[in-house]
């Protein structure tokens, strides 16, 4: 429903078309914001949706708190590497960066100027960028993918552990995350027996060590030297060396939290500015 162009559902699924149509009409600086994720192995405790269900939760927790329209359009995303691992399901390039065309090209079709743009899965980085760049210039639209915050105790924290043990799937980090968004989709008593699955050699497990004084460049190296299938790096499905029992629902409201509160302030100053002569009709 929407009375004003204040909506009181949020989800463009959700919507009557007339309500649709009021939002679009009533709202100053109508915001539709677009997530994606994946559906892929999640280690041994984490649900295979864990990226869709997550940027989903997200996604409509900041249109609710800032009138914004929006859209889950896809479950899967590109996750070829993981495909060793049963219950994956991966998308082409191609068809993820046409269902993120297509979803873009249909709003801007009925007037929407502004996008606000969420990946919760590495895999989608270059196509979901690559997305934004050309529908851009395609389609007349304003595009943003905000990050953060970065400066905050706990992201810094958060960010230390990732450098450090690799904490980028499936380890403290996520599990916090999906304890705290869905936790009865957890099982952890499956990570009972938890030990450390990385299969990296010595070498590169050393430049692992944000306080190395060359990590600057040793961290790219590292990167560099990544095997480019799940398999390549670890036995269980993780990408962590550090263990995701340590995760907890508590972090993952603190983090949630400080992200929302983030994209919130980002759309309603990016709203409060003129349309830029560039994206008018």
Known sequence: MSENGKLSKFWVQELTRPAFADWLENEPAPTVIIGIGAIEQHGLHLPLGTDSLGVAKFIHEVAALTNSVCIHPCWPGYSPHHMSFPG?????????????????????????????????????EQTFQLAIQKARSKYKVMIAAPTGPRNTELAKKIQERMARYLEVHSGPRETSFALHYFPELCEMW???????????????QAFMDPDREDYELVSQIFHASFGPMTEDIT??????????????????????KEAVEFMVDFIELWKSLPLPPAYRD
């Open 88 to 124: 994956t399901v991966t998308f082409s390039s191609e068809t993820l960066m046409g269902v993120l065309m297509d979803t873009i090209e249909s709003f801007a079709h009925h007037g929407v100027k502004r996008f606000i743009m969420v990946n919760y899965h590495g895999g989608n």
């Open 235 to 256: 036995r269980n499905g993780q990408y962590a060396s550090s263990d995701p029992r340590k995760g907890n629902a508590e972090e993952g409201a603190a983090m949630m």
């Open 190 to 204: 499956r990570a009972e027996d938890w030990e450390n699955g990385l299969v990296l050699s010595k070498e590169l």
